[in-house]
């Protein structure tokens, strides 16, 4: 039996799952000024996977970096959402 295509579909159900609430903490706590942490991390994921030769770790690395990027986008989404309060706003953040 090969279960490759289970370990990445349960990895890329945990990364969508995980992400989701790191872009509503990120937000809260930075705004979207920190768009740029998820860039680097996407590029970096995106340059490890291309240099890892095993398929499953490759997969995830690529899976990790194209949630990053995804994220990025989620995130001036989300400072809509905190906008037209669907979300809390940070009474302690400053600016934006």
Do not use: D
């Not at 970096?44 to 095993?54: D, K, M, N, P, Y």
């Amino acid at each position: 039996m090969n279960f490759t295509g289970i370990i990445i579909g349960i990895s890329s159900f945990l990364c969508i799952g995980l992400f989701h609430p790191i872009v509503i903490k990120a937000e809260y706590h930075f705004g979207v000024r920190c768009w740029w942490v998820f860039l680097l991390l996407a590029l970096g994921c995106i340059v490890g996977s291309l240099l890892v030769a095993e398929t499953i770790p490759s997969t995830i690395l690529g899976v990790v970096a194209f949630s990053n990027l995804w994220s990025i986008l989620e995130l001036f989404k989300q400072r809509e959402r905190v906008a037209k309060g669907w979300f809390p706003k940070n009474p302690k953040r400053i600016g934006e």
